[in-house]
């Protein structure tokens, strides 16, 4: 019973699916019935009837047969074709060979797309068609009028083009006979041929009338203008090479007579129609001859420059070499009494290398002024730069003076110097003598030692000849590095003594009540008459802090405040 029911629910089921793919496929069959009908029911006859208005002949003639026989066959062939299709895929649909029904869908689906796209073709090459026309109309409506208008320039206005007005006429007369061969190819229905004809000729037309616009001022620049302005600066050259501006090195006038060859030339260019090069080159020229202009300009400034600056550089030259001749004759008498050393010497003889060299530059300079063998730019640059080299080398001429002259006052001033630690070690002793310690320790007569041998070698080095200074002031801060430990080691040596004696009488006053603190101060008391015034101090301080904490700080501050 079971297997019974279950067969009766597959058949259902089935019967049911068989049903769906059957309605899906009369409902695909329905859509391209719909779309076959809406193809057929466009006015694509009616569109490309358009045509008719155009001459009807040549190209156009050709492809209105051709749109023509391809829509017949669309509605005869193609749409027939699927109706019968669609047709087999409602039996094949009918007895459920859906497959079949499927790919014969498939198959009319692809052949409505093909027809689809055919028709669009037709269309927009009609419209191409169609508006090649009316751009080509309006584009030879807009070229008579211009072509009209360039004749009668030429025509009033001959002379401005001289024999160039021949080149203009046959171009003007070629752009008439192409738009009278445009209305021959519009006549015979030849409208694409038509479309690359008036492109040429707009093109063509557009050219003419430009060179026309520019052609009378190149071709008055050309033969007239810059001519003209070539003689004036030809005769300016000459002019100035007369005056003695020694510029022929410039090659100036070969180069004026090639630009008037050029010029000639371009004439004859542009009596041809060759604008763009003939523009070149006048802008070139012009821009030559301005650039010509403003050399000469600069070498006549150039000119008043150097003669104006050649003496007084001469003076001043002079002068720095006359000072310097006696910088020569102090530095021969000060290497007698000093050493100089390797820096000095360098700075000395870069200074007279380099004097000798402006020297040397200025004869240079001079000679050329007279036998004209550079220009007065050139000269001007140099006078600028070894002017600029004078200037230097007087500050440092003036700055190795003052070396000089430091080398007599460093020496004074090492003299003085000397004699001041001299005198601070003598008053250091007589210090020692004085005060009323026992003796002076051994560390501070070997200070003494050591600063009266250090202050006898620069006595030594300053007896010297040549006297060197270098070793003078390296002895002297020797000397004077030990006089300053002299004195800071000798004031502290006397500061502990006393207040080595400060603390033992201020200790005193304990001495009969601590036998400990007794036995210390006699300790610190013989080191004290020994020379040996920290121990003692330590010694003392030691005993008086264990009975009176705080008492050495005290007894120090009352040392300070007496």
């Known amino acids: 019973m079971i297997y019974i029911i279950i067969a009766i629910l597959l058949i259902i089921i089935i019967l049911i699916t ?96 093909s027809v689809e796209k055919d028709i669009e073709n037709i269309l927009v090459e009609l419209d191409q068609l169609i508006d090649t026309e009316k751009e080509n109309r309006e584009e030879i409506e807009q070229m008579e009028p211009t072509l009209k208008k360039l004749q009668k320039v030429i025509s009033q206005k001959r002379y401005q083009y001289g024999k160039a007005d021949q080149w203009f006429e046959k171009e003007l007369k070629q752009s008439e006979d192409g738009i009278a061969t445009y209305h021959e190819l519009v006549q015979s229905g030849n409208y694409l041929e038509a479309k690359e004809l008036v492109d040429g000729l707009k093109e063509a037309l557009a050219t003419v009338e430009k060179k026309l616009e520019e052609f009378p001022d190149l071709y008055k620049a050309c033969k007239d203008q810059l001519p003209s302005e070539l003689n004036e600066l030809l005769a300016g050259v000459q002019e100035m090479i007369e005056d003695g501006y020694p510029i022929k090195q410039f090659n100036f006038e070969e180069e004026i007579k090639q630009s008037q060859k050029r010029l000639h030339d371009g004439v004859l260019a542009l009596e041809k129609g060759e604008i763009d090069e003939s523009r070149q080159m006048i802008s070139e020229i012009d821009e030559r001859i301005k650039e010509i202009y403003d050399v000469l300009e600069k070498e006549a400034i150039a000119k008043n420059y150097v003669e104006s600056h050649v003496p007084s550089y001469q003076k001043a030259l002079e002068e720095v070499a006359a000072t310097f001749s006696e910088t020569k004759t102090e530095v021969d008498y000060l290497k007698q009494t000093y050493y100089l050393d390797d820096g000095d010497m360098e700075k000395y003889m870069s200074i007279e290398k380099t004097i000798d060299h402006l020297q040397a530059q200025y004869e240079k300079i001079s000679n050329a002024l007279e036998n004209e063998k550079g220009t007065y730019i050139e000269m001007r640059e140099r006078l600028e730069k070894e002017w600029q080299q004078l200037e230097e080398i007087k500050e440092e001429h003036i700055a190795f003076k003052k070396d000089l002259q430091n080398l007599r006052r460093d020496e004074l001033e090492a003299k003085e110097e000397l004699l001041q630690m001299r005198q601070k070690s003598q008053d250091t002793y007589r210090k020692l003598a004085k005060s009323n310690i026992p003796g002076i320790p051994n560390f501070i007569l070997d200070i003494l030692e050591d600063t009266k041998e250090k202050n006898d070698y620069v006595l030594h080095v300053l007896e010297k000849q040549p006297l060197d200074m270098t070793e003078v002031q390296k002895a002297l801060g020797e000397a004077k590095t030990a006089t300053e430990y002299l004195l800071e080691q000798t004031n502290f040596m006397l500061d502990q003594a006393y207040l080595t004696e400060q603390v033992i009488q201020y200790a005193n006053r304990y001495r009969s009540r601590y036998p400990i603190l007794a036995r210390k101060l006699a300790e610190a008391e013989q080191l004290f008459r020994k020379y040996e015034y920290e121990a003692a101090l330590e010694e003392a301080a030691k005993a008086v802090e264990e009975v009176e904490p705080g008492a050495l700080k005290r007894i120090e501050e009352l040392q300070s405040i007496v």
């Open 18 to 113: 068989g049903l769906i793919f059957r309605k899906r496929m009369y409902d695909e069959v329905d859509r391209q019935e719909s779309w076959k009908l809406d193809i057929m029911n466009r006015n694509v006859a009616g569109q490309i009837a358009r045509i008719k208005k155009l001459n009807l002949s040549g190209e156009t003639q050709e492809k209105f047969e051709e749109w023509k026989e391809r829509w017949e066959t669309i509605v005869t062939k193609d749409l027939s074709d699927v109706e019968e299709a669609l047709f087999e895929a409602e039996e094949a649909s009918d007895r459920y060979r859906f497959p079949t029904a499927k790919k014969v869908i498939e198959n009319t689906d692809e052949r409505l797309q």
